[in-house]
C-alpha cells in the first residue's frame, strides 16, 4: 500500500504564502499522478491542483496564478507553494496519488493538513 502524509499547514495572514508538502511510501511514486484538493468547513471536498508523472500540471481557476505544484522523486514528495492567500482558501487540504498496480487503479489519501488565512 501506498502512505501519504501531508504537513506544512498554519495559520497565515491574507496576502501571505505557505509551502505544503506530502511525503509518500513504496517505490512507484515517479509513476504516479499526485494530486492536491481541499475541504472548507461544511462544504464538499473540491479539486485543486494536479501534476503528471511527467511533470504537466494542472490548477483550478480559483488558484490559478497563486498556487504551484511541484514534486522531487528523489525525496517521493510532492509540493504545493500556496502565495496571495484569501480567507477563501482556508481548509484541509489533502494529497492524493492515483496509480496503476497489478492492472488496478487506485486512489490513494492522505489525513489532511489544516491551513487557515485569517488577519
Known amino acids: 500500500q501506498v502512505r501519504l502524509v501531508e504537513s506544512g499547514g498554519g495559520l497565515v495572514q491574507p496576502g501571505g504564502s505557505l509551502r505544503l508538502s506530502c511525503a509518500a511510501s513504496?517505490?512507484?511514486?515517479?509513476?504516479?499522478?499526485m494530486g492536491w484538493y481541499r475541504q472548507a468547513p461544511g462544504k464538499q471536498r473540491e479539486w485543486v491542483a494536479r501534476?503528471?508523472?511527467?511533470?504537466?500540471?494542472g490548477y483550478a481557476d480559483s488558484v490559478r496564478g497563486r498556487f504551484t505544484i511541484s514534486r522531487d522523486n528523489a525525496k517521493n514528495t510532492v509540493y504545493l507553494q500556496m502565495n496571495s492567500l484569501e480567507p477563501e482558501d482556508t481548509g484541509v487540504y489533502f494529497c492524493k496519488a492515483a496509480a496503476v498496480q497489478a492492472g488496478t487503479f487506485y486512489d490513494y489519501w492522505g489525513q489532511g493538513t489544516q491551513v487557515t488565512v485569517s488577519s
Open positions: 513504496g517505490s512507484i511514486f515517479s509513476r504516479m499522478t
Open positions: 501534476i503528471f508523472s511527467g511533470g504537466i500540471t
